[in-house]
T-cell receptor, first 110, second 114 residues
Framework: ELKVEQNPLFLSMQEGKNYTIYCNYS?????LYWYRQDPGKSLESLFV?????AVKQEGRLMASLDTKARLSTLHITAAVHDLSATYFC??????????FGTGTRLTIIP | DSGVTQTPKHLITATGQRVTLRCSPR?????VYWYQQSLDQGLQFLIQ???????AKGNILERFSAQQFPDLHSELNLSSLELGDSALYFC?????????????FGAGSRLTVL
């Protein structure tokens, strides 16, 4: 069964700094998703990574996938307060269920 | 608005009771997924329906059941409720039966069991 682990679980960073959230998964995964969730709100899709070496960028967020290392990263560049949220990665294979990581609660401090 | 509609948004009930959560998928989507989000368990997959048929089952308790109707809306029934069932219940939808490129979530139904 696919297991997905994220680290760190909590991240407090200053505005303007760069940081990376890591997502490790235990077995083969067809694709890797990144979602954002604001407190008490729904999950918003950020990226879907479909192949080894895939890199996607949107604004200050960039996600990458290394299927050989079973690792995806979400890199935050020059953080701003609006990026404060909980970020989830999720993996899945074929017709299997989507398995979510534990989430990383990101707080951007002015 | 994601296009996935969930009702009710909030629900408070007592232990031992039964509730029904409803989900209408995005137009054109045939798959509906149910997820439970609690503080201690994180986001757990419960069940998936595709075009009216059960497609995949996750960590769904026997006290819980779901179905998808001909108009593609889905209902999640939770019975003999316990305090630990308090959680956010999300519905998501996608076009096909296999893992999609896009899985769109609804706003969730927050269940509080007292």
């Amino acid at each position: 069964e696919l297991k997905v682990e994220q680290n760190p679980l909590f991240l407090s960073m200053q505005e303007g700094k760069n940081y990376t959230i890591y997502c490790n998964y235990s077995t083969t995964s067809d694709r890797l998703y990144w979602y954002r969730q604001d407190p008490g709100k729904s999950l918003e899709s950020l990226f879907v990574l479909l192949s080894n070496g895939a890199v996607k960028q949107e604004g200050r967020l960039m996600a990458s996938l290394d299927t050989k290392a079973r690792l995806s990263t979400l890199h935050i560049t020059a953080a701003v307060h609006d990026l404060s949220a909980t970020y989830f990665c999720a993996g899945g294979f074929g017709n299997e269920k989507l398995t979510f990581g534990t989430g990383t609660r990101l707080t951007i401090i002015p | 608005d994601s296009g996935v509609t969930q009702t009710p948004k909030h629900l408070i009930t007592a232990t031992g009771q039964r509730v029904t959560l409803r989900c209408s998928p995005r137009s054109g989507d045939l798959s509906v997924y149910w997820y439970q989000q609690s503080l201690d368990q994180g986001l757990q997959f419960l069940i998936q329906y595709y075009n009216g048929e059960e497609r995949a089952k996750g960590n769904i308790l026997e006290r819980f059941s779901a179905q998808q109707f001909p108009d593609l809306h889905s209902e999640l029934n939770l019975s003999s409720l316990e305090l630990g069932d308090s959680a956010l219940y999300f519905c998501a939808s996608s076009e096909g039966q296999y893992l999609p490129n896009v899985l769109t979530f609804g706003a969730g139904s927050r269940l509080t069991v007292l």
